[in-house]
């Protein structure tokens, strides 16, 4: 019989919290120490590491870019938008999807409670959580995704019309997020992730739009 490495969840969950700070060198004494033990021999989260440092990547080359009005002004605008000024921010939504489908239905209200009273997460959380429509289905079944290729940051004020937009048009689905810094991570369209990363950008609801894939262009 094979013995599989059991993961405490609760640690799990605290170090997934705690990778923002840790990319960017704000962890000391027992949190570091218990990032850096965990991160020695749990792959999911050093997987979620690396999405994480892209994406401190891209925000410093949004803060360099000269773009200040339409980069940095903007971002700064979305973090300082959490009400707490260092809020804990979920785990990837492929396991938090997978915790929606195990858990108990109090449990899934209750998180949709939780997330009402802001607006933008709401609105994303409805989109990724409501059914898939025919034409979605036909487009799952026809062109595959290629998961984790792009990060976006949307407009605190974007509507629900403004972000199916900016999806549909671009052919991504929302498979992550938010990081600390409201952040989603999204799949892509395999073959056309160039064009689905230059049409997000012209979506006015979108602030960022960078790829997470390894020497993939800009």
Known sequence: MSKAKVVHLDSHQ????????????R????????????????PRCQ????IERKLQAAHLQIATSGDVERGFAKL?????????????PLTLAQRLRSDWRDGAAWMRWAVVAQFATVPLLA???????????PADSYRGLGASVTA??????????????????????SGARLIGGPT?????????PAGRQHAALTELRT?????????????SQP
């Open 14 to 25: 605290e170090v997934q919290a705690l990778l923002p700070w840790y990319v960017t060198q």
């Open 47 to 50: 997987a979620d590491l690396d």
């Open 203 to 215: 979506q006015s609801a979108v602030v960022l739009a960078e790829s997470l894939d390894a020497g």
């Open 148 to 169: 984790g290729s792009a990060v976006v940051m949307f407009k605190p004020d974007a509507t629900e019309q403004d972000i199916r937009r900016a999806l549909t048009r």
């Open 180 to 188: 600390v810094t409201g952040a989603y991570v999204l799949g892509l």
């Open 27 to 42: 962890l000391s004494g027992e949190e570091l120490v218990r990032v850096v033990m965990h991160l020695a021999d749990c």
């Open 123 to 133: 609105i994303v959380l409805a989109l990724w959580l409501l059914p898939s429509s």
């Open 76 to 88: 700064r605008a979305r973090i300082t938008s959490h009400h707490a000024p260092r809020q804990r």
